[in-house]
Each structure stands twice: as C-alpha cells, then as structure tokens.
C-alpha cells in the first residue's frame, strides 16, 4: 500500500501548507470525505492490463463515432456487468497524441469499480480521423456530448477525469460543459491548475497530483484552497508520495513508456483516492433538477 495525505473538503489554512509538504506526505492515509486518518481501503483488484483484455471485464465495449468540426473522430464507450443505467466516467487527455488505449489501466480499474468509461482517439490517433496538432479542446467537448449522449449511461451521475493539459481544457470550457451536462463531480489529475483557473469549475473537485511537482503548493494546496474559499468547501487534495507527473509509481526507478508493463506501475494510492472520491460522490443525492430528468 502507498503512503499518502490529503486535505479534504473545508477550507485549506495556510498555516496548513508547509505542514502538507514537510509533515504530512506519507505520513498517513487519508480518505477522501473525512479529515482523519482512516482504515487502509480494501486494494483495488486490478493487474492494469493493456486495453484488449477488457474484453473480460467489460460487459460491453461500444464504438462510438462523432464528429468535431469536419473530422470524424472515434471514442469508445465500456460498460460494467450489471443492469443499467450506469454512472459514467468521460476522460479528458493528458497532452501529446495519445489514443484511447494510453488509458486502458484506468479503464480497467473504474469498470471494476462499476462505472462506464468513455475514452477517445485524439486526432489523426487510433481510428479517428485527421491530422494531430490542433483542436483538442474542440475535440473534447464533442466527445463530451456523444458521451453523454450514449444509451446505457445515467445522465445524473456523470463524472469528467482531466489530466495534465485536459485540466485546462476543462477549466476553460467549463460552462460548455455544464450546459451540456452538469458533472456530479470532477477529478482532475496531475493538474496545471492555479488559483486563479481552478475557479472556472463550478462542481465538488478533487486535485491527485504528485509529490515531485516543481509548483506543488501552487497547484495542490493553494488550488484547493481558492476552490473552497468559492464553492463552499467542495474541494478535496491528494498528493501521490513517489510519484512523476503522470501519476506512475517511480520508487523504484524511472518508467520506460516503451516497455508495455509501463501500465502496471500505476501509483495505488491516487488510483485508490480517485475511486474512493467517485463513490462518495456517486451515493450523495442528486440535484433535483437532475432527478426530474429521469
């Protein structure tokens, strides 16, 4: 198991910040939605496998075509075993070209978990259309809507995951977003989010970022704070102990993206601390507004 911490919902004090970063880093195991130290969560039962082997897990694994602007694009869409409707998970990329299957280990973690996932093929990668190199945030949000869009999927317990420059994207088209459908809840992982941008996002949050962050109070910390100080203490921080940018385990040494058990080396903890986020989220009543619709 990995030493973690994280501050949760409330207000963040400063005199808090240099406690987090000296005191606090694996020194204990928090649970997102309580601000004490908690029992080691039940380890998630995954081997983090490449995409193809969710043929075994998924109860279905659905091909998806949309278009953005004049380019086809393709996404697919995963089920979990059981009746539906089920709560849905919508990925946002991290940067560079990467396809659908660069998140094929988180795919396999949250439809053990019980959620349908949607990832997509960035442009001109996988079986999408185009040439890579621009309108990604374009090509976000119109995966966004045919995700949402998909039968199967409970339209009152949507969740986005961001990572890395999906982060900004988010922030920036936020509204867009809510407009097509308010998610119950955003995780945003290895975050470039500041102060200033991470108020853009109206929704409960939780930050996963990792602890050799050249500005890790900026994004971690301090981020959360000015997320609480707007949104009535919605926000929650965890930070990944032994961990590079992209939340990959390096305690053990550096990862070499070329070697396929790559996936393996997910950090447990901020895979833990994401799950445990979505669950308390996906329990707590839905708006009102959003029961109607059902």
């Known amino acids: 198991m990995m030493p973690r911490c994280q501050i ?27 601000g004490d130290v908690a029992a080691q969560p039940t380890p998630l039962l995954t081997d983090a496998l490449p995409t193809p ?15 953005s602007g004049d380019v086809e694009l393709a996404g697919e869409l995963d089920l979990p075993p059981g009746a539906g409707p089920h709560p849905l998970v919508f990925i946002i990329h991290h940067s ?18 019980g959620y349908a996932v949607f990832r997509f093929d960035k442009r001109g990668t996988g079986a999408s259309g185009g040439v890579y ?12 809507h045919a995700a949402i869009a998909q039968p199967g999927i409970d339209r009152c317990q949507v969740f986005i995951v961001a990572q890395s420059i999906g982060t900004q994207y988010l922030a920036m088209r936020f509204e867009e977003y809510a407009q097509a459908q308010a998610p119950r809840g955003v995780a945003l992982l290895s ?21 050799s962050e050249p500005e890790l109070q900026a994004i ?10 707007r949104f009535s203490s919605s926000a929650a921080l965890y930070i990944a102990e032994g961990a590079e940018h992209t939340l990959f385990d390096i305690r053990n040494g550096p990862i070499d993206w070329t070697d396929p058990r790559w996936v393996e080396r997910y950090h447990r903890g901020a895979m833990e601390a994401l799950v445990q986020q979505l669950d308390a989220w996906r329990v707590a009543r839905a708006p009102r507004e959003c029961e ?3």
């Open 8 to 34: 949760q919902s409330g207000l963040i004090a400063i005199a808090l910040f240099s406690a987090l970063l000296v005191g606090c880093v694996g020194t204990g195991r928090g649970s997102p939605g309580s």
């Open 53 to 67: 082997r969710l043929d075994g897990i998924a109860a279905e694994r659905r091909e998806v075509r949309f278009v």
């Open 96 to 113: 560079g070209p990467v396809p659908r299957d660069s998140y094929g280990y988180l795919a396999e973690i949250l439809l053990r978990a």
């Open 133 to 144: 190199g621009c309108c990604e945030s374009d090509d976000a949000l119109a995966a966004y």
């Open 191 to 211: 975050s470039l989010l500041h102060a200033d941008d991470i108020v853009r996002i109206n929704a409960p949050i939780i930050v996963i970022v990792a602890d």
């Open 220 to 229: 971690g910390p301090e981020a959360a704070a000015a997320h609480n100080a």
């Open 292 to 294: 109607r619709q059902r």
